[in-house]
């Protein structure tokens, strides 16, 4: 299969390298010029572990390519992912399509010969008609047909995801396209790796719903920490009791600072504005944001109370930046609200993060550190809000001997309340009094 990439950011790379290892023919395109040079040199623009490997073995290979070129590229192409970013409209919270229009009008003009075209990207409920339309009115001529093909990569962990997903959702209404499709994943059928065909619509609402309701459960066991903290319970223990019924599953139970990265806050939002267009609003969604949205700045009191109620004039040590680990993605990371509130609080707050540090530097004026250590010399509380591995085995009596006061607060629940007081810390863990 002759395969293309329209945007050759997070999803399209990995996509583009993944299907490019099954032993397809893929063209990366994007128009930033700098990004594809960079990519032709083999600097791949994001962390994501495995996939620097992956780009130049299929590069080496011949099987995978990058151009600005467009045009050329989708006239030789079997199947044109669009998978261009749909970020939050500015104001009202609604996917901006601008980028995935702009792109089904530049594919139209280009098309030759029976063509998909798949909406990898995540697009409202009804992009996918309007795609089709847009091609049509460009090319009236155009023999294609349109699908959705919503992806569920997870940072960190994308081409695992990619090669071993849980389902592929492949939504469409052309029996041909289908065929194409087949083709595309058939190196997956080895994984046994279920394939569900839908009507276009469901295909973009799975992803929306999956997306809202893993935001939901993260959200409720959240809201059960807080509790357990008020009860004296332990959530570790009510996740793993309910997690055993296989009716709710033990994944994305851990109780933590709230949801962050480029996907779940997106998703949310969008789904609760298409909801309310269509007079049929998801208020499980709407209260799940906004109690998403508190939980941030809420984890920022935690540690001021940590610390005897008051920060003015005090260091605060971070522990890791991103928005989970394994990624420099700072997207709607807990940490912005958390180092925010600290410092509208007085704070001096120094931050490391063993790949963020970068994206970090543009979003938050804080002292960066080159090591959880030296983060914490001369500080009154140290908080773990990402969950690196570097931060899992701290050696504490170092981490206590340079800190000022030896206060731990692990909003990740990675450390054992009385393994961190045996080395004489004050610790405060998430939904656990002790
Ligand atoms: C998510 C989805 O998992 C993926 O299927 C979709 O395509 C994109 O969005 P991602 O955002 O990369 O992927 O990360 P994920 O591992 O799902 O974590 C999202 C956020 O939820 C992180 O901030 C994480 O720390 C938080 N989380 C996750 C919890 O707080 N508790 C959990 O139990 C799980």
């Known amino acids: ?17 993944c299907f490019a290892d099954f ?55 079997d199947v044109v992912f669009i998978a261009v970013g749909t970020p939050s409209r500015r104001g009202d919270g609604h996917a901006d399509l601008g980028y995935v229009y702009a792109a089904a009008r530049e594919i139209a003009a280009s098309i030759k010969g029976f063509t998909v075209v798949v909406t990898k990207s995540t697009v409202p409920v009804g992009t996918g008609d309007e795609v089709e339309r847009i091609i049509r009115e460009t090319n009236p001529d155009a023999d294609v047909a349109v ?15 990619f ?15 289908r065929g194409v499709m087949t083709e595309v994943y058939r190196p997956l059928y080895l994984n046994q790796a279920p394939i569900l065909f839908t009507s276009r619509q469901t295909s973009e609402l799975i992803k929306y ?61 969008a789904l609760a504005k298409t909801a309310q267009d269509h007079d049929s609003p998801m208020r499980l969604i709407e209260t799940t944001i906004a109690i998403n949205d508190n939980r941030k700045r809420a984890m920022g009191r935690k540690v001021i109370n940590a610390a005897g109620g008051d920060v003015r004039g005090k260091k605060v040590a971070v522990f890791g930046l991103t928005f989970k680990p394994n990624t420099d993605d700072m997207r709607d990371s807990p940490a912005i609200a958390i180092v925010q509130a600290l410092q509208d609080a007085g704070a001096i ?9 970068e994206n970090a530097r ?3 004026d804080i002292e960066f550190a080159k090591g959880p250590y030296q983060a914490a010399e001369g500080a009154d509380v140290a908080v773990l809000v990402t969950e690196w591995n570097e931060f899992r085995a701290l050696d504490l ?8 006061a030896p206060v731990l607060v692990d909003l990740r629940n990675v450390y054992r309340a009385h393994e961190v007081e045996a080395h004489g810390f004050a610790y405060a863990g998430v939904g656990k009094v002790k």
């Open 1 to 17: 299969m002759h395969i293309v990439m329209v945007g050759s950011g997070y999803v399209g790379l990995v996509s583009g390298a």
């Open 23 to 77: 032993g397809h023919d893929v063209v990366c395109v994007d128009k930033a010029a700098d990004k594809i040079e960079a990519l032709k040199n083999g600097v791949i623009p994001i962390f994501e572990p495995g996939l620097d490997q992956l780009v130049e073995t299929n590069v080496k290979a011949g099987r995978l390519s990058f151009t600005t070129e467009l045009a050329e590229a989708v006239a030789a192409a």
């Open 147 to 161: 699908v959705s093909n919503p992806e569920f990569l997870r940072e960190g962990a994308a081409i695992e995801d």
């Open 163 to 177: 090669k071993r997903p849980d389902r592929i959702v492949v939504g469409l209404a052309d029996d041909r396209a």
């Open 209 to 269: 719903a999956a997306n809202g309701f893993l935001a939901m459960k993260i959200t409720f066991i959240n809201e059960i920490a807080d509790l357990c903290e008020r009860v004296g319970a332990d959530v570790q223990d009510v996740s793993r009791g309910i997690g055993l019924d296989g009716r709710i599953g033990a994944k994305f139970l851990h109780a933590g600072p709230g949801y962050g990265g480029s996907c779940f806050p997106k998703d949310t939002l």
């Open 349 to 357: 707050v120094s931050g490391y993060d063993p790949e963020g540090m």
């Open 362 to 364: 543009q979003m938050m």
């Open 397 to 404: 009596n170092r981490l206590k001997s340079v800190m000022k």
